[in-house]
């Protein structure tokens, strides 16, 4: 998605628009002569086919046009009229289930939400990218498995500051009170917003923080009137609930037609595409993921690499327990316990504020967790 991230537009191209009401969202400076383009073939890929290209006028290049087998996911926002009817339509009788994740969340945590676009620190973006990396270094650590984009984090890392400040990125975060749970970074195009990268705390997993942040994205777009919030490419469950606009991408050649040579290569690019796509149609590379999982090792790490049994009972009577000992569970060495807190708080809807953790001298690794008006025994057997 070169357009959203890195704004590079072929200088072949006069203008782009909106197929479904012809707005334009690019225009080349209309003093562009042709013959400054650079080369006399050009192939773009990956092209939404919500978009549609206009070449130069008075050129001597065709363009040709296939659609690829990637399918995109966008939500197109004219079709949204609130989040409480989108939720309904797309996710029919689920739709109270995502509702109840933003609920228990801003139940049991002190939630607040950020919208970075425009102007930030470059303390605070310094920060808020950390955070983001460790996010995804131990959320795809767990699945054993490693995110691409951190292959070119430090590209990414330069460029985004200026581009945040020039709006034509943002950062949205949601907050645990002062603590970042959530970050999703979003590049801007016009009235499109592309949720390029985003994670999330996998010990607030219980509470599908994901899904609170689309609600969020999807509140902010229509409160700023975007027209697309775009997910890009990549067939995963959650892309295809959330959104009411799944289309194809579309691949361009566009070549010089006076040339004697350029067509032959505009053919001979053209018939690699068409080996990519009957690929991509005979699922190989759904065959190639499928291989190296099976040879994968550790294909389901616990967060905690413990690999005890675990206990869990509900107590009526917590005050029965006499040797306590309150401990943090923002503390590195008892940091394991803060998924099972958690699971705690979203099964009781209890306030975080009002909930702490006991280790139990007289029963070894052993520890309660008690709220206002619930208490849990946790016991680690070996």
């Known amino acids: 998605m070169t357009l959203f991230e890195k704004r590079e537009i072929p200088d072949i191209y006069q203008k782009i628009e909106y197929v479904d009401n012809n707005k334009s ?158 970050i999703s970074l979003n590049y801007h195009f016009d009235k499109i917003v592309f949720s390029a990268l985003s994670s999330y705390d996998i010990d607030y997993h219980k509470f599908g923080v994901g899904h609170v942040e689309m609600i969020k994205l999807v509140e902010w777009c229509l409160k700023d009137q975007f027209e697309y919030l775009e997910l890009g490419y990549g067939d995963l469950e959650y892309k295809r609930r959330w959104c009411n606009h799944i289309y194809q991408f579309k691949y361009q050649v566009v070549y010089n037609q006076q040339s004697r040579i350029i067509p032959i290569l505009a053919k001979i690019e053209l018939f690699k ?29 616990p967060i905690d690499g413990s690999e005890s049994s675990l206990e869990k009972r509900t107590i009526t009577e917590p005050d029965k327990f006499k040797n306590m000992v309150k401990i943090d569970p923002e503390i590195e060495q008892y940091k394991f316990l803060r998924t099972l807190l958690y699971e705690f708080l979203y099964s009781t809807v209890e306030h975080k504020d009002n909930t702490f953790i006991f280790m139990i001298s007289d029963s070894p690794k052993s520890f309660l967790i008690r709220g206002k008006n619930n208490a849990q025994q946790i016991t680690y057997r070996n």
């Open 273 to 301: 595409l068409s080996i990519k796509e009957f690929l991509k149609e005979k699922q190989v590379n759904l065959i190639y993921n499928n291989i190296r999982e099976k040879f994968s090792i550790n294909s389901s790490k």
């Open 25 to 182: 969202l690019y225009e080349a400076d209309t003093e562009d002569q042709f013959g400054q383009e650079k080369y006399h073939l050009y192939t773009v890929a990956l092209i939404p086919e919500y978009l549609n290209t206009v070449l130069k006028k008075d050129n001597q290049f065709v363009q040709k046009t296939y659609y690829q087998n990637n399918l995109g996911y966008a939500i197109r926002m004219k079709d949204v009229n609130n989040i409480d009817s989108y939720l309904k339509s797309q996710f029919k009788s689920n739709h109270k289930v995502i509702k109840r994740s933003l609920n228990r969340l801003e139940s049991c945590f002190n939630i607040n939400y950020k919208t970075f676009f425009g102007s930030i620190s470059k303390e605070e973006y310094s920060f808020l990218m950390s955070t983001l990396k460790e996010m995804l270094v131990r959320r795809f650590t767990q699945r054993n498995d490693e995110h691409k984009k951190l292959r070119e984090w430090n590209i990414i890392l330069d460029k985004t500051f200026d581009q945040i400040n020039r709006k034509e990125a943002s950062l949205f975060i949601i907050y645990d009170a002062k603590k970042p749970i959530d």
